[in-house]
């Protein structure tokens, strides 16, 4: 390359890599420089330099491991529950039944909807009292199941996650859509003559062609679920007695009510390193082959 290539070339890179470093780099250095600070986060109040204390508090911390636990629920149910359902209707949508278009804006319909408005319909549907959920379970003599299920530690989570499964599965459904329809249509015809199976389709050609989209919503599964703030803020508010707490809620606490801002810094960048770690170990063991 020339010399006036290399200098339009950088002229080019320059605004991405402006806002790179400003909106990112920057933020990522000055919070890791914060979690080595003790400070209230008030302007012009000093900073005291505490080294791996805040680190140390917050490993100590009995909340901490139980919002990790929770995040992990999160997780559980992401791959085992919304997996198969996400990547099932994208089978669906995508064959060559009647009406596909139909099922494809129905199931979509949820993530339509705000995080919060989906927070509250459920939470009023579950309401012990009165939620229209409590109620059919009443009607059809299932009273001993009929309690306030947000309100009960060990089910609030589980519950709160199966109602993000429903809220998301259709917008995972689409990254599944997108691999499908890349799959060569010649491969189905072929296995089709050759006496496959729908079932054997799905497993020897489908699925294993479709490992670059499972990539993809295993990355987007661990770093949702260990930044899941909304939806159970919303729902349960951590509580009760932090039992529903995940680590962004621990990491909102310890900033804007207990004014620990070196802590929730140091909480961000241990969720910051987690989160690296797991997508990069995602991204290699499911790494597609080049043929």
């Known amino acids: ?55 140390k508090a917050v490993f100590s911390n009995e909340s901490f491991w139980t919002s990790m636990v929770n995040a992990g629920i999160f997780l559980v ?12 209707l994208a089978l669906l949508v995508t064959s060559r039944i009647k009406g596909k278009n139909f099922f494809r804006t129905v199931y979509y319909l949820p993530v339509i909807l705000g995080t919060t408005i989906v927070a509250i319909m459920w939470k009023n549907l579950l309401n012990p009292n009165y939620g229209a959920v409590m109620v059919l ?30 809220k998301s ?42 490992k670059n989209s499972f990539k993809v919503y295993s990355i987007l599964c661990i770093t949702g679920c260990i930044k ?18 995940t680590p962004a809620i ?9 004014k620990l801002m070196g802590r929730s810094a140091a909480i961000a960048i241990i969720l910051l390193i987690l989160g690296v770690v797991l997508s990069v170990g995602c991204n290699k063991l499911l790494k597609q082959e080049e043929y």
């Open 1 to 55: 390359m020339k010399k006036k290539d290399y200098v339009i070339t950088v002229l080019f890179l320059f605004p991405a890599l402006f806002l790179l470093a400003v909106f990112v780099i920057y933020p990522i250095i000055s919070n890791v420089i914060l979690s080595l600070q003790e400070w209230n986060g008030i302007f012009g109040a000093p900073k005291t330099f505490v080294g791996l204390d805040n680190y």
């Open 77 to 88: 149910v992401g791959f085992l529950i919304q997996m198969p359902i996400a990547y099932g």
């Open 137 to 166: 379970l009443r009607a059809i003599g299932l009273e001993d199941i009929a309690f306030d299920w947000l309100n009960t530690p060990g089910l609030n989570v589980w519950v709160v996650a199966l109602v993000n499964c429903w």
């Open 169 to 210: 599965a259709a917008y995972n459904m689409l990254i599944f859509c997108a691999g499908l329809v890349t799959i060569p249509e010649d491969l189905n015809e072929a296995a089709l003559i050759d006496g496959c199976t729908t079932w054997q389709r799905i497993r020897y050609i489908t699925i294993p062609l479709s």
């Open 228 to 245: 899941t703030f909304d939806i159970i803020w919303a729902m349960t508010g951590g509580g009760p007695n932090a039992s529903s707490s």
């Open 250 to 258: 621990l990491l909102y606490l310890n900033a804007y009510s207990f």
